[in-house]
């Protein structure tokens, strides 16, 4: 399993712009996983963020992201990016990054098999 480190976690208010970064320590090849940015509010359920497949040319969204959030990977710096804009309150959560074997087209947390420890995202109004 890869060891999975997340950053880039703050506190900003509405309408900034944030980037997170998930560096793989270890483990498998980061060139041969599926990368995933998920996200957990407090008293809420895991939700879906977004997910690159592991060479980078498949990408999906939450459909209630799409626009504002940008996923990105680097093979070479075994890291991936979640770029995130025009962010509002309810983007408040941990931020976890997730690594697994393959990519569906939609991905659950149970398609993962490493994660992060998650990085705070706090939006103010």
């Known amino acids: 399993q890869a060891q999975l480190v997340e950053s880039g976690g703050g506190l900003v208010q509405a309408g900034a712009s944030l980037r997170l970064s998930c560096a793989a320590a270890?483990?498998?090849?980061?060139?041969?996983?599926?990368m995933a940015w998920f996200r957990q509010a407090p008293g809420k359920e895991r939700e879906f963020v977004g997910a690159i497949s592991s060479s980078g040319r498949t990408i999906y969204y939450a459909n209630s992201l799409k626009g504002r959030f940008t996923i990105s990977r680097d093979n070479a710096e075994s890291t991936m990016y979640l770029q995130m804009n025009s962010l509002k309150p309810e983007d408040t959560a941990v931020y976890y990054c997730?690594?697994?074997?393959?990519?569906?087209?939609?991905?659950?947390?149970?398609?993962?098999?490493?994660w992060g420890q998650g990085t705070q995202v706090t939006v103010s109004s």
């Open positions: 270890s483990g498998r090849t980061f060139s041969s996983y599926a």
């Open positions: 997730a690594a697994g074997p393959y990519l569906t087209s939609s991905p659950s947390p149970r398609e993962f098999d490493s």
